[in-house]
T-cell receptor, first 111, second 113 residues
Framework: GQSLEQPSEVTAVEGAIVQINCTYQ??????LSWYQQHDGGAPTFLSY????GLEETGRFSSFLSRSDSYGYLLLQELQMKDSASYFC????????????FGGGTRLMVKP | DVKVTQSSRYLVKRTGEKVFLECVQD?????MFWYRQDPGLGLRLIYF???????EKGDIPEGYSVSREKKERFSLILESASTNQTSMYLC????????????FGPGTRLTVT
């Protein structure tokens, strides 16, 4: 099976940079996705990394190291609206290519 | 914009009742998914469908069944609801092969009393 670990909660100040880590254990790894979910809202797709390195999309970046079974989501110039839960999810062929989600990291942005 | 809609936002049912949760997507996606979300556990896959009338069990299929008679519609059925099925249920869809990028509905919060 798969297992993913991410911190349950992170707090940061508006305008700062925050990094949300995700470590995983799986076999047949394909890639790592990140989703954002505001309270009461639907998860929304942020990024997907299949190869090592950093992918940047505006204020958000996602990093993957396949050799370390590790990835992170980097949020820059934090805004109050970034307060949400962030989920990493592994896609692996031993799960039929389905996504297996981590427990989520609740990010609180303070003024 | 991809739109995934779910039949109810909130639902209260009694133990032993049969419960139907419906999901409709308007983007002609081949794949559709049902998850349940519980605090600290993330999203857990219940069932997945990659085509009409096709289904695959996810990680926690016990106590659930699904139906996909039309491409745009995917139903989750609780044959005999139990209190441990009280949860948030999320439907999602994706293009074939793009399992990593799923589009979610707003969710149905089901309470079984």
């Amino acid at each position: 099976g798969q297992s993913l670990e991410q911190p349950s909660e992170v707090t940061a100040v508006e305008g700062a940079i925050v990094q949300i880590n995700c470590t995983y254990q799986t076999s047949g790894f394909y890639g790592l996705s990140w989703y954002q979910q505001h309270d009461g809202g639907a998860p929304t797709f942020l990024s997907y990394n299949a190869l090592d390195g950093l992918e940047e999309t505006g204020r958000f970046s996602s990093f993957l190291s396949r050799s370390d079974s590790y990835g992170y989501l980097l949020l820059q110039e934090l805004q109050m609206k970034d307060s949400a839960s962030y989920f990493c999810a592994v896609r692996a062929n031993n799960a039929g290519n389905m996504l297996t989600f981590g427990g989520g990291t609740r990010l609180m942005v303070k003024p | 914009d991809v739109k995934v809609t779910q039949s109810s936002r909130y639902l209260v049912k009694r133990t032993g009742e049969k419960v139907f949760l419906e999901c409709v997507q308007d983007m002609d996606h081949e794949n559709m998914f049902w998850y349940r979300q519980d605090p600290g556990l993330g999203l857990r896959l219940i069932y997945f469908s990659y085509d009409v009338k096709m289904k695959e069990k996810g990680d926690i299929p016990e106590g659930y069944s699904v139906s996909r008679e039309k491409k745009e519609r995917f139903s989750l059925i609780l044959e005999s609801a139990s209190t441990n099925q009280t949860s948030m249920y999320l439907c999602a869809s994706s293009l074939s092969g793009q399992y990593y990028e799923q589009y979610f509905g707003p969710g149905t919060r089901l309470t079984v009393t």
